[in-house]
């Protein structure tokens, strides 16, 4: 790893002293921002198991319901740049509070509304407020733990793995003994109660210098940056193709018990959780570089191998946290590399920029897998492959953006 100092474009700046505090009560912080995390992951991953209640109640299909989802990544797609961009001169308290805001209140209305029309524009408010809240979330974590930004991000990144894991499963639970709206009141809840404890315990950390548009838009123009962004749709693409139609991918190995389902989605869960942990301190100690291409060789394999392996319940299981472990290493390198490519006053654009990606290929994995599904050649038993086809481009450009001096030294 070099240690010679390359040349600073007016982008690539020293981080601003009035942001870049290296507080030392980072860890303390970094977990008061991941229960705003466990809340928006919680109503990302809740709603497909209240869909049926849902769909009953407002009277429509399971497809229009499942529109639900498709309205909040989207809105969480394109809101987050423009949000972070319109509050870039906000103290980041205030950002992350008024986002907890907008979340809760787009849930409210979502409890509340008796027809289908309001509770889709609900989501749009939601899906505005957690793109909001994460971006900033991460962006604030990497300010206040300086040099040990990479584990302060994978602590922020545990709020969204846990929600896997107690979350969602709890939600859907309320839902099924209370109905859906039950559950979006728990979702309120959770954000109400991080937005309150954000405001008591995380420092008022003031807003990075005024920027001017051309300065803020400046990243768009980094091919390292657009080099990120790209490998974050393409391998989240691949990653979420399984993982979205687990229950048909795995219906060899569950034969449709929803029970057999639910333990492949907490193995899967508590896997991530581990994995994001892991990865956080490996990402300190090496390059995101030098973590990612091996994680994205090794998914890649596992997906290849992947459809001999769903046909049992015994294999199935070790493969889905394996697939667990290493789909959740990915994303803290990956905000790693791309706040490093930045000065501190941008690092809220990019991380926005980068969780626009992420969301991106939630809706594009939806796409891609259903299409895979209707071709009689792929079908679920070779639908791992095409993940494994977008791990391996992903791997690519990982490894072809990254041999940068910036990048190097970061």
Do not use: C
Not at 22 to 47: K, Q, S, Y
């Amino acid at each position: 790893m070099s240690h010679t100092p390359a040349a600073r474009t007016p982008a690539q700046a020293a981080p601003s002293p009035a942001v870049a505090t290296g507080d030392d009560r980072w860890r303390t912080h970094a977990v008061v921002l991941a229960l705003g995390t466990f809340a928006v992951g919680t109503d990302a991953f809740v709603i497909a198991g209240v869909l049926p209640d849902i769909a009953r109640s407002l009277r429509v299909g399971i497809g229009d319901a499942g529109q639900l989802v498709t309205v909040f990544s989207i809105a969480y797609a394109a809101l987050a740049p423009v949000l972070a961009a319109l509050t870039a001169r906000w103290s980041r308290r205030t950002v992350l509070v008024t986002a907890m805001a907008v979340f809760a209140l787009g849930n409210v209305v979502t409890a509340l509304a008796p027809a289908y029309g309001l509770v889709l524009a609900s989501r749009v408010v939601a899906g505005a407020g957690a793109a909001m809240y994460t971006a900033n979330a991460s962006a604030t974590a990497a300010m206040l733990a300086g040099k040990e930004r990479a584990k302060a991000i994978a602590l922020v990144m545990l709020g969204l793995t846990s929600s896997l894991v107690l979350g969602a499963p709890l939600g859907t639970a309320i839902g099924t003994g209370l109905g859906w709206r039950a559950t979006i009141w728990f979702v309120t809840v959770l954000g109400v109660l991080a937005g309150l404890t954000i405001a008591l315990r995380l420092p008022s950390i003031r807003a990075p210098r005024p920027a001017g548009l051309r300065q803020r838009l400046a990243p768009l123009a980094d091919r390292r940056v657009l080099g990120v962004l790209a490998a974050t749709v393409v391998v989240f693409t691949g990653i979420y193709i399984p993982s979205t139609y687990v229950s048909v991918v795995y219906r060899p190995a569950t034969g449709g018990d929803g029970d057999r389902v639910a333990i492949l989605l907490l193995v899967f869960g508590v896997a991530a959780t581990i994995g994001n942990l892991a990865v956080g301190h490996l990402s300190h100690h090496f390059t995101p570089r030098r973590v990612l291409i091996p994680v994205l060789l090794l998914l890649t394999a596992l997906f290849v191998l992947l459809p001999p392996l769903r046909g049992s319940f015994v294999t199935a299981v070790p493969a889905v946290a394996v697939s667990g472990a290493l789909s959740f290493s990915v994303t803290t390198p990956q905000q790693h590399r791309i706040i490093a490519l930045v000065p501190a006053e941008q690092a809220p654009l990019v991380t926005s920029l980068y969780q626009s990606s992420l969301y991106l290929a939630v809706f594009l994995a939806g796409g891609v897998g259903a299409a895979g599904l209707g071709v009689r050649a792929i079908g679920p038993g070779r639908l791992p492959w095409v993940a494994a086809a977008f791990v391996l481009a992903a791997m690519v450009i990982v490894w072809a953006t990254g041999r940068r001096p910036a990048e190097r030294d970061a």
